[in-house]
């Protein structure tokens, strides 16, 4: 029988001799499918062209192995949510997702209620799989609409068109109580009004919840070596300011940064990071958080799917490993917690950092002070312009 570590008692301390963590957070399972047909001009995410297929048998066994080897730094541990990111995860099959979901259930303690999303290209030949999906154990769609306008998906390099967009929605629909429609603002070329169209579009699915982000041009992408003509920056916080309006007024909650719900719809995995929950990646280049009785502990996977592959069978897939220092996790908390727009509970703090947060009240004072969040007894929670300027709320909690 494998050793099992208990789920620690209610508190947490910063002892002498270092940390001690008492209670486990919430534990989430990420998976990096890092394939796309086409990679995107303004993604920096880990990902790779499929040329010629990819190689799903052979990353299904690693997957699985790579599990394996994580298991004993998570006994004891229910796993609350999984979440197939990528790249494309659509790409696999549903049988392949069927084998993982399974081999979850049987290695991890996996919970009967865990919210499973995949995220899914609105290609129809992702689109075709969807039953299938939802078949394998898949509860939650993720779709990267990004745009329903065709020259705006020409524009992002897109590999799918305004029809297939809304064909993929309506499919999602159908097929998924609980789906999340992606979509981006501030795109070359976009117009206030062509941004509020989308909006509107994506409405009309009745999507339960949405993800609204601005295009940023982020390092080594196509489109920072070659950079677009974006709309200025005031015309991009009227974007935003419409896109808010709109959707609270069609009902949504924005409960974080650039996520949109329906009443109690929103990402259980996402919130998991917000709160600094822990999280397994597996796949290549994945990251995790985890929360041992004296430690955070941080992990990622080699980044190239070959060399993962590789490193998968010669039982060292962890590339890079590190413990997070004490005092670095104040900081890291805020950069999660203070996306929220509830904030969190004071007691939160010292739950997950395992120290007294009078180590940092001078700055939340300060930042009381200047507009940036309100602290109560009950809540710390970010005001509207602490929202609007999360940097300069985030900068507050910096070590020197």
């Not at 917000?274 to 990251?287: E, K, N, S």
């Not at 904030?343 to 120290?355: C, D, I, K, N, V």
Request: hydrophobic residues 40%.
């Amino acid at each position: 029988m494998p050793r099992t570590i208990p789920i620690f008692a209610q508190n947490s301390a910063f002892t002498a001799a270092g940390l001690e963590f008492r209670k486990s957070p919430a534990l989430s399972l990420y998976v990096h499918i890092p394939w796309c047909v086409q990679k995107c001009p303004y993604c920096d995410f880990n990902s790779h062209e499929a040329d010629g297929g990819i190689p799903e048998r052979a990353y299904v066994d690693a997957l699985i192995a790579d599990l394996q080897s994580a298991l004993p730094l998570i006994w004891g541990r229910p796993v609350q949510t999984v979440f197939f990111g990528g790249g494309t995860p659509s790409l696999l099959s549903p049988a392949a997702i069927d084998e993982l979901i399974a081999a979850f259930r049987a290695l991890a303690m996996l919970t009967p209620d865990a919210e499973i999303t995949l995220e899914a290209n609105p290609g129809t030949v992702e689109a075709e799989k969807f039953a299938g999906f939802r078949a394998a154990g898949i509860n939650r769609l993720s779709l990267g609409i990004q745009s329903f306008n065709d020259e705006h998906l020409k524009a992002l390099g897109r590999i799918h068109g305004s029809a297939e967009a809304r064909r993929a929605a309506q499919l999602a629909g159908e097929h998924f109580e609980r789906f999340n429609l992606d979509l981006m603002y501030g795109l070359p070329g976009q117009t206030l009004e062509q941004a509020r169209t989308d909006i509107e579009s994506a409405l009309s699915f009745s999507p339960p919840h949405l993800s609204c982000y601005q295009l940023t041009l982020e390092p080594n992408t196509r489109f920072a070596a070659f950079p677009p003509v974006l709309p200025e920056g005031d015309i991009c916080a009227d974007m935003q300011d419409a896109i808010d309006a709109r959707l609270a007024a069609a009902g949504y909650s924005n409960y974080e940064t650039s996520a949109f719900a329906q009443a109690g719809r929103q990402c259980l995995h996402n919130l998991n990071y917000w709160h600094f929950g822990d999280y397994l990646g597996i796949g290549a280049g994945a990251h995790s958080k985890l929360t041992l009785h004296d430690r955070v502990l941080r992990q990622m996977r080699h980044k190239h799917p070959k060399a993962y592959l590789d490193n998968v069978r010669a039982g060292t897939p962890v590339q890079e490993e590190n413990q997070v220092s004490a005092a670095s996790l104040p900081f890291e908390f805020m950069m999660n917690a203070l996306r929220l727009t509830d904030g969190f509970a004071p007691s939160l703090f010292e739950l997950r950092t395992a120290q007294p947060l009078s180590s940092i009240l001078s700055r939340l004072r300060q930042a009381e002070a200047d507009g940036l969040l309100t602290n109560g007894p009950d809540k710390i929670a970010p005001t509207a312009k602490g929202r609007r300027f999360l940097n300069v709320l985030l900068e507050r909690f910096l070590t020197d």
